[in-house]
């Protein structure tokens, strides 16, 4: 009996151009330069192979986003405090890097704007995101540090809201030590109702 091909492999070395494609486009010439033909251009490729990954700059730029900072970023270094603040290390540095500054003003205009964008944005990069944080709060009830959280996204949001203003509105202020220090607090406190409710 001969087997059935359902579909094309996936090519990661394809995949690797399109991505580079993608960010040397950004990094160039901005956001709005971001499109399908020169993509397919710079990557050596075809509209047909980019459409069968991404329908529009939009959905590039996420897969770009994806390949460069990943999904799992929460660390495990067995100990709540020092997870959180290397977490927010790595955020702050997510933030200031040159693709993110390049993106986040047109990510953020089209996400608005397309409902379907929006949603392939959260399920291929926030939500994977979010449930890093959250594994990262369970294995910290593991160790006895803290009770699980009832709602973990607001936690990951904490952490993540701040910084995201900061580089959306610069004149807020920096995302320095200060501010990643205040979000690790307020998380700690989340996670914790008696110290939320006395202010410790």
């Known amino acids: ?7 094309r492999p996936r090519n990661p070395a394809l995949d690797t151009a399109i991505v580079n494609a993608t960010e040397a486009v950004l990094l160039s010439d901005g956001y709005a330069a971001v499109n399908i033909d020169r993509v397919a251009k710079l990557a050596g490729t075809t509209r ?5 990954r991404a ?9 770009l986003l994806v390949s460069r900072f990943g999904v799992d970023p929460a660390p495990d270094t067995g100990e709540l405090h020092q997870d959180l603040r290397h977490l927010q290390e790595l955020q702050r540095d997510f933030f200031i890097d040159p693709v993110i500054q390049a993106a986040l003003a047109g990510v953020l205009s089209d996400l608005r704007a397309d409902d379907h964008l929006g949603a392939v944005f959260y399920a291929r990069f926030m939500a994977p995101r979010r449930r890093s944080v959250a594994a990262m709060l369970a ?6 540090e803290i009770p699980l959280p009832a709602e973990p996204n607001i936690v990951s949001d904490l952490l993540t809201g701040p910084l995201l203003l900061r580089a959306v ?5 920096p995302i320095d030590d200060a501010l990643l220090n205040a979000t690790v607090r307020a998380a700690l406190n ?9 202010g410790g």
């Open 55 to 63: 329908k529009t700059r939009g959905e590039l730029v996420v897969g």
């Open 190 to 198: 989340a996670c914790s109702p008696l110290a939320a409710s006395d």
């Open 48 to 52: 047909a192979a980019i459409y069968r």
């Open 1 to 7: 009996m001969s087997e059935i091909v359902r579909g």
């Open 169 to 173: 509105m610069p004149p807020t202020g």
């Open 139 to 144: 294995r910290a009830t593991d160790r006895g």
